[in-house]
Each structure stands twice: as C-alpha cells, then as structure tokens.
C-alpha cells in the first residue's frame, strides 16, 4: 500500500470553520455574513486565550538590535510579548564574543541613580507596554558597534481573512477544530437547540453535554510546545 509521501495539509480558516460548525450539527453553506465575522473575532480570541497559557514554541523569534552610544532604550518588533533571554555582542576583528545579560525589575531599574552612565550594558528591564515592549538598557552603551541578541515570544498572527492559513503547527489543527466549535455552539445555540448532536461513535449527546465533551478534547491538546 502506497504513502502519499506528502506532508502539505495545511487548511485555511475557511476549512477549520467549516470544520468546526459541521461538528456542532450545522450546515457551513447556510452560515450568514454575521456568523464569518464572529468566527474570525473567536480565531482571533483564541489566539489570545491560548497565548495566556503558555508561551508557544513555535512562536518564538530571535532580533539583532545595532545600539546607539548613550541610547538607553530600543523599541521591540511589532507582535513582540515576552522577553526569553538576551546577550551582548561585541565584536573584535574578526571575533565575536557574547555575553549573558540579566533581567531587572521596574523597580530596580527606578532605583538606578543615573541611567545615562555610559559603561558596557551588563542589565536590562522590559517595560510591556500595551502595543510594543520597550528595553532599557543599564549601563547606557558605550559606543555604537555593540548589539544585542535576544530571544522573544511573539504574538500568534491574527486570523485575518477566510483564505488565511492559521499560525499554528500541523499537531495543533485539531486544537483549532475543537475550540472553534466550542465558541461557536453556543452563538448558534437558538438555531440548533432541542436538537441531539451525533458524535463520531455514532453515540448521542444533548448540547450541554457535547460543550463539556469539547472543552475537554480542547484542553488535552493544550501541549504548546
């Protein structure tokens, strides 16, 4: 028996919601423009549910930033959430050498008496702002050929139109499936109740019980590595 020797599947938001809605017992073709919207505004507070949890992996990203002598702070990426870890890069010749970087707190960075000393930055503290987080350096760099390198947690991308593919690992499609029937079935709760969901065993469940049923599915997949 022959293998597809393919590894492609990869399904637009378009699939997973109609997925998802079919799960819950409800014709995709019969969905109004209202309940589009409402899935890509549940995929995107998935996302964002998820993104609570735990820092995924896959999201992970790595940013080089040039300093500037005496500039004390550097504005992340955009979609930037959590600092990993950070090293200073200095250059010498034709030798690079890295040196580890440690975390302060809001608090010990108020604490510093002058935060424009110039000297070898050897700490650093994230202030999360709402959009961008923004570094700050202590000491202030000491010239301008020095970088650092860093390591961040990015947001997941938004769901943004149907024929977008989802930010996710293949391993976490059916995650996706499972929390989007979940959001969905209650919003949809009057077009389908009284009726009996047919699960895949080909065993019944009313509503309640299928919406404990899902979040369980949803939960056990919430390995975010």
């Not at 002598?69 to 990426?77: D, K």
């Not at 959430?81 to 250059?91: A, H, K, W």
């Not at 949809?188 to 009726?195: A, C, L, N, Q």
Request: hydrophobic share 35%.
């Amino acid at each position: 028996m022959a293998l597809s020797g393919t590894y492609t599947f990869d399904p637009t938001f378009a699939e997973i919601m109609d997925e998802a809605i079919e799960r819950i017992g409800y014709d995709p073709s019969e969905l109004s423009e209202r309940h589009i919207k409402s899935a890509i505004r549940s995929g995107n507070l998935i996302f964002s549910e998820w993104a609570n949890k735990k820092n995924p992996q896959w999201a992970i990203e790595q940013e080089v930033q040039v300093l500037t002598q005496g500039l004390v702070s550097y504005a992340m990426p955009a979609g930037a959430q959590i600092m990993s870890s950070m090293v200073m890069r200095s250059t010498t010749g034709s030798n690079t050498f890295d040196t580890e970087m440690y975390p302060i707190s809001r608090g010990d960075y108020l604490r510093i008496a002058d935060p424009t000393i110039q000297g070898r930055p050897t700490q650093y503290f994230v202030d999360k702002e709402r959009t961008v987080p923004t570094i700050f350096l202590w000491n202030a760099p000491e010239n301008s050929t020095d970088s650092i390198v860093y390591n961040y947690v990015r947001r997941l991308q938004d769901v943004g139109g149907l024929s977008n593919t989802a930010d996710l690992p293949f391993r976490w499609f059916e995650a996706i499936c499972c929390a989007m029937a979940a959001r969905m079935y209650p919003k949809m709760y009057e077009r389908i109740e009284g009726r009996y969901i047919r699960t895949t065993n080909n065993s019944c469940w009313p509503p309640n019980q299928l919406m404990t049923k899902l979040h369980i599915k949803m939960a056990t997949n919430h390995q975010l590595e």
